[in-house]
């Protein structure tokens, strides 16, 4: 048995939640790469406020999540499938909505591909459905980023935004960045989210601001499933959620991304 054929084994995620318990509609939130649950703040607050119970865990080796030796994408998947929105009567039902961003979203696909009745719709914030490069150094050099430094470079951000990103990347150690990278590189889950069985919609970076989610995936995208639907962010950059939230919150509760 080789590395990459390894059986995941699910790490239980420690969750942040938001709305009243008793609501009808229930959202998961996943983050991306070096962040955490906190980063969803605004569009988790004025999700809850739109009547949703609203849930976000920080993901294996982020925030006070449990470290692990791998750090594959089909382990986070594992993850996030032992979570379940809860049930009246206690039978099995899916998540209304799941959310990802960037790495969040291809974890999110994976899960999406690997049980069809897991989510009844998921929305994908520029995710990364593929990537041929290593990145690990790249991403490695950003664990030290300090909050001034990311508002500098991020001025749509809110303050709240820079400083929970700086808090989440000193959360993340070169380990896990490494990891992820060695177990996953390259990736494409681009034929498993053509193949998902529920209605897909795709939040993408301003094409000026260099989107990991490109036109080509998405014109591809489009014409191979007929419930997928995928438009991008004037402006905003890769945290599509910190530079514009009322644009994910509005494609949320729609059901669509905004035209």
């Excluded at 790469?33 to 609203?54: I, K, N, P, Q």
């Excluded at 896990?176 to 177990?183: A, Q």
């Excluded at 990736?187 to 990991?212: H, K």
Aim: a negative charge; charged letters at 20%.
């Amino acid at each position: 048995m080789t590395d990459r054929q390894l059986a995941p084994v699910p790490v239980q995620l420690p969750l942040r939640r938001w709305g009243r318990p008793d609501g009808v509609r229930h959202a998961l939130l996943l983050h991306g790469l070096t962040s955490s649950a906190a980063c969803w703040w605004r569009v988790a607050d004025e999700m809850a406020a739109a009547g949703w119970v609203v849930t976000a865990p920080d993901l294996r080796g982020h925030g006070d999540a449990p470290r692990t030796v791998r750090y594959d994408i089909a382990g986070f998947a594992a993850d996030v499938l032992d979570l379940t929105p809860p049930s009246p009567d206690g039978a099995p039902r899916p998540w209304d909505l799941v959310v990802g961003h960037s790495l969040g979203g291809v974890v999110a696909t994976a899960a999406a591909g690997t049980e069809p009745g897991w989510a009844a719709r998921l929305l994908l914030v520029d995710p990364v459905i593929t990537v041929a490069t290593d990145l690990a150094a790249e991403v490695t050099a950003e664990l030290d980023a300090s909050q001034e430094a990311l508002s500098a470079a991020n001025p749509l951000w809110h303050p709240e935004d820079a400083f929970l990103k700086a808090q989440a990347a000193r959360q993340t150690t070169p380990h896990v960045v490494e990891s992820f990278f060695r177990h996953n590189v390259p990736w494409s889950y681009e034929e498993t989210l053509a193949a998902t069985a529920c209605p897909v919609t795709v939040l993408a970076a301003d094409p000026d601001r260099g989107p990991t989610f490109t036109a080509a995936e998405g014109l591809r995208l489009a014409a191979a499933k007929a419930d997928f639907t995928w438009s991008t962010v004037p402006g905003a950059g890769h945290s599509v959620h910190r530079d514009n939230p009322e644009a994910v919150v509005a494609a949320a509760l729609a059901g669509q991304a905004p035209h």
